[in-house]
């Protein structure tokens, strides 16, 4: 509600932008400044990661990870969870904080899923790339979107992960074929309807993990650099 960017802007000489529907806000409201919009930069792997392999048997691993406040939506996922035919299985993963970690033990606890879940903590980079890695489906949920856009995706496809996430500001922009999006306004229909695509194997993961590889193209830091220079020199 209040992102403050007028304070930021405050006798800055120009702006770089890496979310297109902010780029659009701060035009209108500052016609005269200089901004550009840039992908945000990511070294991705030359490689794809391979996917994981699964035994018949094997829980279907789900990953959420970095700085879960409640517009990550965690909480909200167990309830859909809990109403899935499939509920068994799956396993959730998480590494870093809950923002109300109490809160989230006692809705797990209630719902009957607390010995589903992993709570890793905070991890090094390397542990937290092969936990993404070793997981089939990577939950990148914001509601409330904050206006950002997201390092954690460009991550989760770095990794060779598919990805749900919420339809909403820079994710929203996503092409359908490299994510799954979850609406606003029927997230816990979407969510239970997720679950039973991934337990019926209605979902092409390694094709929409691929598609998210590709993504990271537009993300290339030398075409950042490269195109941040020239726009420097141009204003």
């Not at 006798?11 to 932008?17: D, H, K, N, P, T």
């Not at 806000?25 to 840039?38: A, S």
């Amino acid at each position: 509600r209040f992102p403050l960017f007028e304070a930021v802007l405050d006798r800055a000489l120009g702006v770089v932008c890496h979310n297109p529907l902010l780029t659009a806000e701060l035009r209108r409201r500052f016609p005269r400044l200089p901004m550009v919009d840039l992908p945000l930069p990511y070294a991705a792997p030359p490689v794809r990661p391979a996917r994981p392999q699964r035994a018949a048997g094997d829980p279907i691993r789900l990953v959420m990870f970095g700085f879960m406040a409640a517009n990550r939506r965690a909480s909200e996922f167990l309830h859909s969870w809990s109403l899935s035919d499939h509920r068994d299985r799956f396993e959730l993963h998480l590494a870093g904080e809950l923002s109300d970690r109490p809160r989230f033990d006692a809705t797990a606890a209630q719902l009957g899923l607390a010995d589903r879940i992993r709570h890793h903590g905070f991890v090094e980079d390397a542990a937290l790339d092969a936990l993404i890695r070793s997981a089939d489906l990577a939950l990148n949920l914001r509601n409330p979107t904050m206006g950002e856009a997201s390092g954690s995706q460009l991550r989760i496809w770095a990794n060779g992960c598919p990805a749900a996430v919420s339809d909403a500001g820079w994710y929203a922009a996503l092409p359908d074929s490299c994510v799954r999006k979850i609406t606003l306004g029927a997230e816990q229909a979407d969510l239970t309807l997720l679950l039973d695509d991934l337990a019926r194997g209605r979902l092409d993961l390694d094709r929409m993990a691929e598609r998210g590889f590709q993504q990271l193209r537009a993300h290339d830091p030398e075409l950042y650099v490269r195109n941040l220079a020239a726009w420097i020199a141009a204003n």
